[in-house]
């Protein structure tokens, strides 16, 4: 089975390509299909609604097709009005790019040990299939965030946040990462529904 990603994320395809490539799906990038587009504009509210929005904006375009979106967030306790829905957007507005200077500035929301670390990851997926037929996944992801970064298997926040296991995303390989990682259990959850 071949999916289709409606994302203009370069490094958000790669990892997703990789977490389902663990149960033998291929994911590739809309725009080896079709020309770059531009995606309507998400809500700051509803990570399935943003997700389900890019989905059926790429069915639209290739209707035989299965299409899949993915929105995401980091959600942090001790900063419950930061991130979460708008994580991508509010870094932007803070002037942080690149994943480097993003863990460098979560990391030093850290640095004071009586803050609460308590964090997670959420990934919603939204499938459409060429019948029209709509499914939809979530996965959640770690226990709470570092004020350094451990791990070289991965990159990005997977580097500072720990999970259930005591390690980091970025500690585990793919193999065990994806048991683990908040794609991969909303990939899990999926292909459960696609009887994978």
Do not use: C, W
């Amino acid at each position: 089975m071949q999916l289709v990603l409606a994302s203009n994320n370069t490094v958000k395809t790669q990892e997703i390509a990789s977490m389902f490539a663990e149960y033998q799906v291929d994911v590739i990038n809309y725009r080896e299909l079709l020309a770059e587009q531009v995606f309507p504009k998400e809500t700051t509210t509803d990570l399935h609604q943003n997700a389900k929005t890019k989905a059926l904006f790429i069915h639209r375009l290739l209707p035989d097709a299965y299409i899949l979106a993915d929105d995401s967030g980091l959600f942090l306790d001790a900063f419950p009005d930061q991130f979460g829905v708008t994580t991508s957007r509010d870094f932007k507005a803070l002037g942080i790019k690149g994943t480097e200077n993003e863990n460098a500035y979560i990391a030093q929301l850290y640095d004071n040990p009586a803050i609460n670390n308590s964090a997670h990851m959420t990934a919603i997926y939204v499938l459409v299939k060429p019948d029209g037929q709509v499914l939809e996944s979530s996965g959640q992801s770690g226990i709470h965030m570092l004020n350094h970064q451990l791990g070289d298997y991965a990159a990005g926040l997977d580097r500072l946040l720990v999970t259930e296991n005591g390690l980091t995303l970025a500690q585990m390989p793919i193999v065990q990462r994806v048991a683990y990682h908040h794609r991969g259990r909303a990939a899990k959850n999926l292909l459960k529904q696609l009887s994978f």
